[in-house]
């Protein structure tokens, strides 16, 4: 039975009703990963009363961990995760079902582990897993909510919903692991993760209401700095390889390595200074807002394209200079102006950060590169009349 007085205001809701409240009781989740994004999706899903809820993740609380996982305290530094985070889901509503997995999601595990829920949620920091999650999620037919932080921005989408895009639609190419820095090399807003946890909670709650997903097919870019939501619409690449096994995914780190970030020298105090000019060296982030006005005071900067041949062939920016997939940047270094700023653009901005950063260890000056953030989905969005397809 449902609790009618704990739901009270879900039940007075017209969309819901005694019914809605039923069905998420009936409900099933699973959250991958309990740190900072698993974090608020776990509570508000536990308070909105969804039955049975999952948790997998092999970490143990540390300290560090406080100033944005509001599941733990600062007395669970030491427990395993999984074991803080029941008992904060417990404490919230002792008539949820909540099962802990202690383990590390790798492709030897994935279709055991996520087989059965109704619905699955990413939060994890890790590349490899979300293609994973993404490969599994087709095979097994399963819906799942993506949400990633870095710094002040953070994104949110929900893939594979009643045939549509899935992650792979929209990053079809992952990067190196080490190109994308973890939450403990970056930083993040410690309020960043409740915010986009809690839209990845709100994007569940509504599927398995059976209410409008409104994020599939959509990617939501937050920015906290500036308090702006983007939304950038995406469909399903007709012409990508189906999923038939885990292992493209299973190709991209051995077993043992799963999920582990990259080995890297610790820095030692006499080396920060040298590795804080390393950042500032970086290639300049750029959004399409800013590329518009830049461009209406007289900027005009190289237009270097660098997705692939098909989505090249398929649409296109009007006045583009150069075209080169990301991966052979470097073979097209020569016809690179160098004194003119290069506007490097892709799909949605991951694969032009790559190109950017083979072009600076090339000895390209990173002050002319400048990463279009959002891609050409940005580009679509704001000045549709640019583009060619």
Known sequence: MVDVVRHARHISLPNVGVE????LKASSV???GAGGLGSPVAMYLAAAGVGRIGLIDDDAVDISNLQRQILHATEDVGK?????AR???????PGIKVETMQTRLHPGNAMELLEGWDIVVDGTDNLPTRYLIDDTCALLGLPWVYGSVFRFEGQVSLFNHEGGPCYRDLFPEPPPPEAVPSCAEAGVFGVLPGLVGTLQATEAIKVLLGLEASLSGALLLYDATSMTFTTLRFERDPKRPPVVDLAMVAAMQSEEAWCMPPQRKPVEPQEQKSAYAQQENMFKQISMAEVLERRADGWEPFILDVRSDNEHQEVRVEGFNLHIPHSHVLT????LPKKTDILIHCKSGMRSQLAAIELIKAGWVADRLYNLEGGIMAWHAMAPEDIVS
Do not use: P, Y
């Open 30 to 32: 699973l959250i991958v």
């Open 20 to 23: 809605g409240q039923q069905r």
């Open 80 to 84: 395993a995760k999984v074991a803080s």
């Open 332 to 335: 097209v270094i020569e016809q």
């Open 87 to 93: 008992a904060t889901l417990n404490s919230i509503d």
